[in-house]
Nanobody, 124 residues
Framework: QIQLDESGGGSVQAGGSLRLSCVLY????????MAWFRQAPGNEREGVAS???????SYADSVKGRFTISRDNAKNTLYLQMNSLKPEDTAVYYC??????????????????WGRGTQVTVNS
């Protein structure tokens, strides 16, 4: 049973930084494509960043140059470093994996396993 557990959310002023973490339990995730999604109230869940087993990445245009996705396979842990945060980044952030994708992908329907989410609030 694959389980994902996010942490690191919180409240920060605009221009600040946060780092999210996601630990995968129940499987070795070296080859899994992993991703971060976010969902703001009233909005659909959207892809933020994705990374494959070779550390190739894909980012949403809205976060390019500000967010960095990375992984530590030895710790089964996924990270999202978020810099220069904006109020529009406020959302619940979710970690996800498909266990079948081979390349980074930001389409939520491709992902089968999801964490419960962590709240990020950016104050203006």
């Amino acid at each position: 049973q694959i389980q994902l557990d996010e942490s690191g959310g919180g409240s920060v002023q605009a221009g600040g930084s946060l780092r999210l973490s996601c630990v995968l339990y129940g499987y070795t995730f070296d080859d899994f494509v992993m991703a971060w999604f976010r969902q703001a109230p009233g909005n659909e869940r959207e892809g933020v960043a994705s990374i494959d087993g070779d550390a190739d990445t894909s980012y949403a245009d809205s976060v390019k140059g500000r967010f960095t996705i990375s992984r530590d396979n030895a710790k089964n842990t996924l990270y999202l470093q978020m810099n220069s945060l904006k109020p529009e980044d406020t959302a619940v952030y979710y970690c996800a994996t498909s266990a079948t994708l081979l390349r980074p992908d930001l389409h939520r329907n491709e992902y089968r396993y999801w964490g419960r989410g962590t709240q990020v609030t950016v104050n203006s």
